[in-house]
């Protein structure tokens, strides 16, 4: 279970508060020369969360993964990991194990020699090892590729062994390094769907980082959402969707449509800004009856209509020349608008959402 | 419709139709040689063959029959007679065959000189330096290649000399260099032929994507094992490739030995000395070499590194 934080610092329910972090950042900054990637972060990851840090190219999220691994070493503060101080040890010293972007295979080993890797460099006895990547292999279901080449897998078959590599290790925390990155939509969906199964069977702390939204709240128990090298928000994907913390927020997790000013005061009868889901928005013909009871009601032109396929996206202009997108199912109550038809936009007013 | 009434016209505009009014010696031997295959490819050949066949392999096989003949010992003139005496000889007389024992010796010394500067100097060229220090750095790498030979060899013997800059530098350490022998013999060689090494073993660092050490560092290995296990099998192909160079230029080298070798003798030297008094035995040994730089190329064909020469 988890509780609706809504800042960095704020630990998930009761449970989960009590008991070590599996990672703690306190006030960790790290600069490259005269670029600050990351200011000032606090950050606490529960023991067996899924945890993604979601933002754009170059927003911090890479280099704190890199940091929690120990490939960087902060320029201030605190890492902990359980409770112990890493801030200042190396990789090797430390209980977390990497899948990389490009999966960072040895091309001159096997897959099983890739998989033995780790175990050979803690003298694991040999018969244990054996039986351990044959399990590593068996989990990712490709025990008949043993003996090849990374050289001789698909992408997809590389991003399996990349896991079993790091997996075999039982580390308390896995990072991933946009591990679905390099494959294509389809591979990339069926993947998402094993690593949550990988993850709930181990119960592994995993580390996601990812610049895709979509991929970041199907997976993950929290997220942060980074950008410019701070958190914007921690929370669970609901609450980010939902209730987001800043514009940025906003408008990077799925497609919003932010109003203030006028039209803001209208609605709340406040002009702070708010964020308005497209799909939360109905379309109804100006002959239709009113019916205002805990509605918000606007009225508005069609400008541009797009075909989804599931879906119809209308852009509409009000009168006080606001745009507005309306996302609505081509189902049997698709209002069928026209380009330059005059429609009322409606939608339930607790949708009006004050960032 | 419209296209092919188009399409004429636009030909007849302004280049002239191919083939119909060029007609020079040139397009004519153009012509020619585009229809025949065979003409083509001996026209493209003969001068290289040649120059392969006449001055490369033709040398080779007169130094190999010379060496099956003899020399009349009083007028140091050379009978061509078929013997196998002075192959006998280096075989059996054993001052040649510690020459050849410590050629090899030398050569391999040299080898394993050059790869053991060659690995640190390569990672910090292609991983850690700026753009800026990696041009300084391969043009200080390189620069031994641009002096003539014999400067180098002379400035090293300058180095090397009893009193010298060596020996003065040393001094205050309580230390004298080496002298000329055979330590001095191969710092000199690896100087020269320390190019040769370097430059592959950087280039196939760079090859080496930096996330593979990160990733053995991730799985628990320390820089050494890292070295041990990634980078070292990865760089197999360039230190083979470097070390055919490395190996078989000291395996040849007689003058950097007379400079700098003192009393050192190796195959070169006892070749040198033999030139004039006995060819055929110079000519044997001449082979020597050959053959075993010929083992090590295909010592190396069996590693699979040279396919990335």
Redesign the interface.
Known sequence: MQATATSATTAPDGTAATATPAISLRQVVKTFGDFTAVQGLDLDIQQGEFFSLLGPSGSGKTTVLRMI???ELPSSGRIDLAGRDVTRK???ERD???V???Y?????LSVAQNVE??LK??KTPRTERRKLVAEALEMIRLPQVADRLPSQLSGGQRQRVALA??LV?RPQVLLLDEPLGALDKQLREQMQVELKQIQRTVGITFVFVTHDQEEALTLSDRVAVFNDGVVEQVGTPEDLYERPGSRFVASFLGNTNLVEGALAKQLTGSEALLSIRPERIHVRRLDEPVDSDGLSTVEAVIEEIIYTGPSTRYVARTAGGQHLIVQEQNDSRASGAQRGDRVRLQWSSRFNYTV | MAAPTIEPEAESGTAPAPGSTRGGLGDKLSRLLYARPKLRLTALLTLPLAWLGVLYIGSLILLFITAFWTTDTFTSKVIPAFTLENFIEILTVQAYQLTALRTIGIALAVTVLCAVLALPLGFYMAKVASPRMRAVLAIGITLPLWAGYLVKVFSWRITFMSGGPLDWLLAPLGMTGPGYGTTALVITLAYLWFPYMAVPVYSAFRQI?D??F?????????AW?TVR??AI??LKPAFIAGSIFTFSLSLGDYIAAQFVGGKTQVIGTVIASNINLNPPLAAAFGTVPIVVVVLYLFLARKSGALKQL
Do not use: W
């Open positions: 691994a120990g490939f190396a990789p090797f977390v194990n990497t990389f972007q490009d960072a295979l040895f091309p001159h890797y780790g460099l803690r590599r790091a290790l | 994507p996330n593979l990160d990733a053995s560092s991730d799985l628990g290995a320390k094992s296990t990634v099998p990865l």
